[in-house]
């Protein structure tokens, strides 16, 4: 009986009882989890009953972006706790409050910094110049065309295609065929 008196007195008085006290059947390292859910039920009990002060959620939209991770996870958990009732016993701060939290205009909602677009519409026409600009000089430090890339080389490429009769059905040598055939480039002269 001795040795079960150190373990009776780590239970909590509200747990303690001879149908629970058989749960607690637990080696000396180890907590009890039912006194944990209890204190948690206990606590949630607690947070719903009560409203959320009117200090805490004065000015909250001014707050929000400065207050801690921790401090705005237990606010928004708070009343969320209160929003699980009965909501015509929230009161009007509260209200505000959480709809501000969940759709106003902060993290990824936060509306754009002003001049956003004049910015972005700088960038995308920066690029384009320098698009640009490399272009001309690719082109400039490129070769000249090939020399079949003129329109003669191309009308005499059209002739021989019609002397070996190739695609005779829809092509080049086809009756009645009105198409440019081979030629794309510009005249040698021109």
Excluded at 99 to 111: D, K, N, S, T, V
Excluded at 137 to 163: C, D, F, G, H, V
């Amino acid at each position: 009986m001795l040795r079960s008196l150190p373990r009776a007195a780590s239970i909590p008085t509200y747990v303690r009882g001879p149908s629970i006290r058989s749960s607690f059947r637990l080696s000396k390292s180890s907590t009890p989890v039912c006194v944990f859910d209890v204190q948690q039920q206990q606590q949630r009990r607690h947070a719903i009953s009560h409203a959320v002060s009117n200090p805490t959620l004065a000015g909250i939209e001014k707050r929000w972006e400065v207050m801690p991770p921790q401090e705005q996870a237990e606010l928004w958990m708070a009343l969320r706790d209160r929003m699980k009732n009965d909501w015509n016993e929230l009161t009007l701060q509260e209200k505000k409050a959480s709809w501000w939290i969940a759709f106003g205009p902060h993290g990824p909602r936060e509306l754009p910094p002003p001049g956003e677009g004049r910015m972005i519409f700088g960038y995308v026409v920066a690029t384009f110049a320098g698009s640009a600009v490399v272009l001309c000089i690719i082109r400039w430090l490129a070769r000249p065309a090939p020399s079949t890339m003129n329109k003669e080389y191309q009308e005499a490429t059209n002739a021989y295609l019609r002397s070996q009769n190739v695609e005779p059905i829809t092509g080049l040598s086809s009756e009645g065929y009105k198409g440019k055939g081979q030629v794309q480039s510009r005249s040698k002269r021109d």
